[in-house]
């Protein structure tokens, strides 16, 4: 049995797994959807609320602009079709974070339809279709005291805009679906429009999965999986739920439509609903709302502003700067690792270093503490200088890497650093020569095997030296001198 | 006299000149209200106190220049479906019984900053569902004219409380009519403007697009006047329209030399009271004679407005009143077991019988299966009938017809029959579907002595044209007092 695979080999039958997502995403605006309050993630309960977000009688929603125009720079770098004239339609269901007890969202007529894009896969380009794109508002948060046996409304989420990325099914295994999450997560982080954190719910996906044999037409029956936090959670589900609908197809049992929860820490999902007891949404166009009319002119200055993605910037990483193709593909990976590159070489001019010290240090390091390249909040500024530090020879590469860890973690001034904690690298031959003296004087034994002729003894006073000098001199040089006062 | 008696630009005009005191109108107000209430109960809040207080403002920001209006210092009563802030706002419902609304309705705010003083809320059918002002949680109001009536509703109180001179005018709401019947069926006179033309913020929804604020005053002028203050653009409703002609006082002249009036022949079949169509047709004469064109046409597709209506309205109110379940504001349910119950029980016990009518026909319109043919079906008959007011008003100037099929009904009759109340909307509600103006102001008065209502329809954003012919009409109306009215006896305007 293949794990992960496209095909599915069980008693001599070929599954296939089918695969839709449904990729909700929090909009990086400042202002909520249909009103004025923040929408900071945190902040004391309630304290982002007003008449409108949490649904006082009489308050009437306000559609900010700026949503509308995410959603088109959105379907535009997803090759979408824009509807030019789009409305919002109410989706009514009761629950206490649902302060109106309807949400409004778009379903007869979304903004964005019959969009697509390409991913990588093993047997190479494949583009992964997009159904529509509708933009909607985030329900508020219910917190349960099971103390007290009650339920807490906190509506500071209420009315953040998402919007809903709705793919057609046509993915086949959990690579794909990482692949093309990857891809939309690139592509609307470049835009600006969202910073897509699992982790925090800024982007959210939903699978919906059914398996076939080969070579079968239909589709089979599709269960919706939800409560998914992060890629390896998605991946673990999809193989959970492909196993658990052969087993049941294998049993000559049937597999049921229905919404199900996954519980990564039992990696296991159960029933949320099913769909007999599905909502009637009721839905209906929103009066509250003037339909959105997108004109050409609106559409064009989208498209005008829309910045550079991920490939042309690769092209020009290699072109302007000089780059392998493998150090752009890297940089331009992440749009946090391409905008710390430019602004440091803007700062320093020194590209390929600066793409080193990426690549190297600070994926290291970002590795080590467990956290994602939009965490990083060292400055360019004392990034460049560090590089510049380093490249100039005025710190060896062992401190270099030290004063970057610190630049990492708490954003110091590497000047300042160096300086205060005398980290300069001794060019000082006589400062240099007295130290390889005495480490000559202390260690007759290697003095001895390098002028039996073990060459290699040499590295060993080489590395005395240095510790003597805590590091700060250069190992060459310690070298040139030690040989000079052995020879 | 006393100063209930003028109208709101006559009592304006006195305090303007310190003739009278703001707090002098405020008392005048609140003794009618205390001697009247009794028998009318137009009223569910006055706060005697708060409005003495407001009105001592009010008359230093007169002495001081900061209100300057026509309505500076005139008491105001205001139907209790718009916010105010800090002031109880029920909805005439058990569900908020003690809701304190955090905002004021812009229409308030608008005449706030004019000077104006809120001198309590009125009584009106539950969350505007009804025609009868019957179906308030807190008891029926009674029609001034005769108290074994209803005043008509939804505005129910805000038109008896104008008719029985208890404030100087009123505000109310209309989704089906609900300015203009009462207003009918009370002798006042009532504009539902275009809409988009008063913003909806703070009016508490029962049908989204098709609800819009309006004046209801003693006469045409002050209703004109009152609706050029009201009127504006809210960056906070969405479906508010920036309108550069709003001077609506400009068309308070008497001439209506040339102006097309259209009959649709259609309004005046069965179910329509005698005595009602003779007193509308007798206006239509009189403007005739002053030199209006009228003509009767057929405008066609009448039969379909009240139920294209009651789908579209109970499907809008069905979501907008999704809200009160509870949880947040509004009436809880003492006893309950989980949030299903708690939303089932709250929401039962704190609804009245025709709100949860409304709401099940409005779920039941909008369920998957019958979207098609009910909701759609209304949606694309509203769209029919807005195109053949279009095809009217590219011949006429304004249409005339009357207000509602008879006058005000007798107490407890409504509600037993409601298809047969809702049918009693036939001719307010087609001009909520169409989103046009409309004006209702007295033309006679019927065998038993009420009054009964001519309604003036104007294109979108033609106020301006059913204001003039209802302010010309208004000037020869003297003579209906003298007796030519319709079928009625010799009846002063006034109630006595």
Known sequence: ?487 | MGLMSLTALELGRKIKAREVSAVEAAVASLDAIQEKEKEIHSFLTVDKAAVLKRAEEVQRGIEDGTFKGMLAGVPVAVKDNLCTKGMRTTCASRMLKDFIPTYTAEAVVNLEAQGAIVIGKTNMDEFAMGSTTETSAYGVTRNPWNHAHVPGGSSGGSCAAVAAEECSYALGSDTGGSIRQPSAFCGVTGIKPTYGTVSRYGLIAYGSSLDQIGPIAKDVSDCAAILEVIASYDVKDSTSVHREDKRFTEALIDDVRGMRIGIPRDYFGGGLSSCVGEAVLAAARKLEKKGAVVEEFDLSLVEYAVPAYYVIACAEAGSNLARFDGVRYGYRAGQYEGLHDMYQKSRSEGFGPEVKRRIMLGSFVLSSGYYDAYYLKALRTKALIKKAFDKAFSKYDVILGPAAPTSAPRLGESLRDPVRMYLGDIYTVSVNLAGLPGIVLPCGRDSNGLPIGLQLIGDCFKEKNIIRAAYAYEQTRGNCAKGDSGCGAAAPWRLE
Not at chain 1, 148 to 153: F, K, L, N, R, T
Not at chain 1, 252 to 280: F, L
Request: hydrophobic share 35%.
């Open chain 1, 1 to 487: 049995m293949r794990r992960g695979g496209a095909m599915e080999v069980r008693m001599n039958k070929i599954y296939e797994t089918v695969i839709g997502l449904e990729v909700h995403v929090e909009l990086a605006t400042k202002t909520k959807i249909f009103c004025a309050c923040s929408t900071a993630f945190g902040g004391a309960p309630n304290s982002h609320t007003c008449p409108v977000c949490t649904g006082m009688p009489g308050s009437l929603p306000v559609l900010n602009r700026q949503v509308v125009e995410y959603a088109l720079a959105v379907g535009l770098a997803t090759d979408c079709e824009i509807t030019r004239y789009c409305r919002f339609d109410r989706k009514n269901y009761f629950y206490p974070d649902n302060p109106q007890n309807y949400q409004i969202s778009q379903l007869y007529l979304p903004i964005c339809k019959n969009g697509g894009v390409w991913i990588e896969t093993p047997s190479g380009k494949k583009r992964i279709g997009i159904h529509e794109i509708h933009m909607e508002e985030d329900a508020g948060k219910l917190v349960h005291d099971e103390w007290e046996d009650v339920s807490i409304v906190d509506y500071n989420r209420s009315g953040v805009p998402l919007i809903e990325i709705v793919s057609e099914p046509d993915m086949r295994s959990a690579e794909e679906v990482i692949a093309y999450l990857e891809k939309l997560r690139l592509i609307i982080q470049y835009l600006g429009a969202s910073d897509c954190r699992l982790n925090e719910g800024s982007m959210r996906a939903d699978v919906n999965l059914s398996v076939r044999e080969e070579g079968e037409e239909a589709f089979g029956t599709r269960t919706e999986m939800k409560n998914l936090n992060s890629f390896k959670a998605i991946a673990r589900a999809i193989e959970g739920e492909r196993d658990r609908q052969i087993g049941l197809i294998e049993e000559g049992k049937k597999v049921i439509q229905e919404t199900r929860r996954w519980d990564d820490n039992k990696e296991s999902s159960y029933v949320m609903r099913s769909k007999e007891d599905a909502q009637d949404y009721r839905y209906f166009p929103e009066p509250d709302l003037v339909p959105v009319e997108i004109s050409d002119e609106w559409i064009a200055r989208i498209r005008k502003r829309q910045p550079e993605m991920q490939p042309e910037k690769m092209a020009r990483y290699q072109k302007e700067y000089g780059l392998p193709a493998y150090d752009a593909a890297i940089l331009t990976g992440d749009k946090h690792f391409a905008d710390l590159f430019e602004a440091a070489t803007e700062l320093c001019g020194r590209p390929k270093k600066v793409s080193n010290w990426i690549m190297g240090e600070t994926i290291r390091l970002l590795k080590e503490h467990g956290m994602t390249p939009d965490e990083m909040r060292f400055s360019p500024k004392n990034f460049a200088k560090l590089v510049e530090l380093a490249d100039i020879g005025a710190v060896t590469n062992t401190v270099a890497k030290e004063v970057f860890e610190k630049v990492f973690l708490t954003d110091i001034d590497p000047d300042g650093y160096v300086e205060e904690m005398g980290l300069k690298t001794v060019s000082d031959e006589a400062a240099l020569t007295a130290a390889a003296e005495r480490v000559i004087a202390e260690n007759p034994q290697s003095v001895a095997d390098y002028r039996g002729g073990k060459e290699k003894a040499i590295g060993f006073l080489v590395g005395q030296t240095m510790r003597a000098m805590k590091g700060k001199a250069d190992p060459g040089l310690v070298s040139r001198i030690l040989k000079k006062l052995l020879s």
